[in-house]
């Protein structure tokens, strides 16, 4: 199968450089300035490999496209180029909540006519794939059977790929503990200490546990490495754009517009879901207040710790 990989951000070019034991395309919008220099501007010190192609255009020829777009820009672009799509495996790279639809990236692709969706999720950092250090992800698709060929064809040396049918668990895990990351984040930047943090993690898991399995997830999935794993990750490690989003939160300061902070968009997404279900989510009610600017993190916290007491 051929592939080709949308998007030439950190997180694209490190599949692009990881899966480059085979020849494959990279689309990407500035395509000349990297196809001369060999480099991403999102990812600067690595140098793309000769088995890589550099374009602008979708190829028409690619079986498997691999859509490494931000997922508020997934739904915009679809709408775009989806009569290019048709017939094709399309891997939802996106961690988040279309804000305006409160669908995943899944739902979106699976308008394109004779496509077959599926989304790659799970605990990784763009560097660390880029430099060929092992990554163990999670691979979601609703037909099995298609789901192994996409399992074996994207397949590398130093990225594993475990197989679920379980779309909306691998979704929601991966968009989920982006928001949990930014309030992690939000408690490290306060100063309020790493007990204060792995409370707020703890918690925030059982929200994401409780807001997945209502949508339909298997509570098996959130405790994978699409929810359980890439949570760990991402909330305590300076690397996660969520977290260092929090951290900038916690201190009062501001942070990079042009830096992609998926949770802040999903918060909001999560919560107006969790309200049509009748959930009651304070962890992530909080972070998206505290994203939006309409509460600090004292007074966040104050109100976290004079809930109610109840059993755990």
Known sequence: MSIAIIGAGAFGTALAVAMADRPLVLVARDAARIAASRESPRLPGVTLPPAVTVTDAIPPDADILLLALPA??????????????????????????????LEGPTAQLARIPGATPAVLTGPSFATDIARGL??????????????????????APALRLYRTTDVTGAELG???????????????????GHSARAALMTRG?????????????????????????DLVL?????????????????????FDPAITVEGAPTARAALRLAEGLGLDLPVTATIAALGAGTTSVPDAMRDLLNRPLREE
């Open 205 to 229: 898991f059982a929200e994401m546990r409780r807001l997945a399995t209502a949508l339909g997830a298997r509570e098996e999935t959130l405790s994978g490495l699409s929810g359980f794993g």
């Open 72 to 101: 508020q820009t997934l739904r915009p672009w679809l709408a775009e180029h989806g009569a290019a799509l048709q017939g094709r495996a399309l891997v939802a790279c996106a961690k988040g909540i279309d804000l305006a639809t």
């Open 174 to 192: 991966g968009a989920l503990k982006n928001v949990v990351a930014i309030g992690c984040g939000a408690v490290t930047g306060a100063g309020l």
């Open 234 to 254: 991402t909330c305590t490690s300076d690397l996660s754009r969520n977290y260092r989003f929090g951290q900038a939160l916690g201190r009062g300061e501001g």
């Open 134 to 155: 092992p990554t163990a992800l999670t691979l979601a698709c609703a037909d099995d059977a298609r789901g192994h060929a996409l399992q074996h064809a994207l397949a």
